[in-house]
């Protein structure tokens, strides 16, 4: 554990246990010491702030009106009782800290129990988590990024002269980011056949992306950069985040100036955010520069321990796997620490022009991937450009996704002397083209 897990935070306490005894099963994604946020919506059809525990949702709304909630201040108390969580996440770290201590003792085993103030997840629909209002991706990984350049430049160094000085990144549509759950439409597009003129209809190369995405909780104001050390103060929080892409699409399009349409049509994350409190425990120090990498520029040198340890895996069930009840099939396991650059870096680099930021803003940090072939995190590496497919259970290859397929990611942390905790799944279903 780094020092930076070490922290004095009793809600991180390892004994920590809850009267919730679905939170105290060894193994769940949402112990005590997790307590991630979202939006979920009640029978009666109204968005309310929720946070996980166990199978359960607390109803954040209703434990401030009933006043089991206590330790708030005023404008935090306020801020929870709205239908998104971008008034909280705006207040910064202070806010942050006493919600979570405040639910923490209430949740702990030990206070009184208030079993009226929780509903099942399972019987309830999730809700993006916050309006976002401007959505960034990165490509973040050396490994992705080394690997795409040798299958499309193979006679070129494979990472371009800026890669290592500065996080490639680039401007996507907050207007498609769905919550899990939401099915995707197979889009249409302009394709290049390499032998004749171009063309419009389906996509034919759609792929996932296994990424992690991270959301701005307090904002900062046009022209005032925010310095990698008050990163922390800025980050609430990461999702689960599938950046679905048509390969053909983008093959055609992306140049001169990168990804457009072959990016837009759909963004998927996780219904949960996992603060970044509660990662603490799981903080590392790197990225790891090599010896031949360039110095870093001063605003991007790390102060603190900013990789995060969690472990990403992708699966995915073919429609005719989910017919014959086929348990999904797991295709990749990633690591977040195994990327290049960290939220922090993107985040100090996104705003040293003075780039204002919105609580709700959303940053990706593009395609995760590692050194081995089971750690590649799309069908593109995986497949390598679809000569080598994947082989599904139910005896069909894949060397991109098919209509009714079922794209699931998950994720979860672990270290030793912590308990851990998962972000929960982030999944969706391909339709057909109109």
Not at 131 to 157: E, K, L
Not at 307 to 325: F, K, P
Not at 349 to 360: I, N
Request: glycine share 10%; aromatic share 6%.
């Amino acid at each position: 554990m780094s020092a930076s897990g070490e922290i004095n935070d009793p809600t991180l306490d390892p004994s920590l246990q809850s009267w919730v005894e679905s939170a105290n099963e060894v193994g769940g994604n949402f112990p005590i010491q997790n307590l991630p946020w979202g939006v979920f919506i009640t029978s009666d059809g109204e968005d309310r702030i929720g946070v996980a525990i166990g199978d359960m949702i607390l109803d954040v709304k209703q434990a401030i009106d009933t006043l089991a909630l206590q330790g708030l201040p005023p404008e935090t108390a306020c801020s929870l009782c709205a239908p998104t969580l971008n008034a909280f996440m705006g207040q910064g770290p202070r806010s942050w800290r006493a919600a979570r201590r405040s639910i923490s003792s209430l949740l702990a085993r030990g206070a009184d129990p208030h079993p009226q103030l929780l509903i099942p997840q399972s019987s309830v629909s999730m809700r993006m988590p916050a309006q976002i209002g401007d959505y960034t991706d990165f490509y973040a990984s050396r490994h992705h990024a080394s690997n795409v350049g040798r299958m499309f430049r193979p006679d070129a160094d494979p990472l371009l002269p800026n890669y290592l000085n500065l996080p490639v990144g680039y401007h996507g549509r907050a207007s498609s980011v769905v919550v899990s759950g939401t099915p995707i439409r197979r889009p249409m597009g302009q394709l290049k056949p390499d032998d004749g003129p171009s063309q419009h209809g389906p996509c034919r190369l759609l792929d996932y992306e296994m990424e992690m995405g991270v959301f701005i909780g307090q904002g900062s104001p046009m022209g005032h950069p925010i310095a990698i050390q008050e990163a922390d103060n800025h980050l609430f929080g990461i999702v689960i985040l599938n950046d679905w892409s048509a390969r053909d699409v983008q093959k055609w399009e992306y140049q001169p100036l990168g990804p457009f349409n072959a990016k837009n049509f759909g963004t998927s994350i996780s219904p949960w955010i996992v603060t970044m409190e509660a990662l603490s425990p799981f903080r590392r120090s790197g990225p790891e520069r090599l010896p031949d990498d360039p110095p870093l520029l001063d605003y991007l040198v790390p102060t603190k321990d900013d990789v995060l340890d969690v472990t990403v895996d992708v699966y995915i069930v073919s429609e005719q796997m989910r017919s014959q009840q086929m348990a999904p099939h797991r295709v990749s396991r990633g690591n977040l620490s195994d990327l290049t650059w960290t939220f922090s870096q993107m985040l100090a680099h996104h705003s040293s022009t003075g780039c204002p930021m919105q609580p709700g803003d959303l940053m990706g940090s593009g395609t995760i991937s590692g050194t081995e072939k089971e750690s590649r995190g799309c069908l593109l590496e995986m497949t390598w450009r679809g000569q080598e497919p994947v082989e599904l259970p139910d005896g069909t290859q894949r060397k991109f996704l098919q209509d009714g397929d079922e794209v699931i990611m998950s994720a979860f942390c672990e270290s030793e002397g912590a308990v851990r905790i998962g972000l929960g799944d982030c999944s969706a279903v391909i339709q057909p083209a109109l």
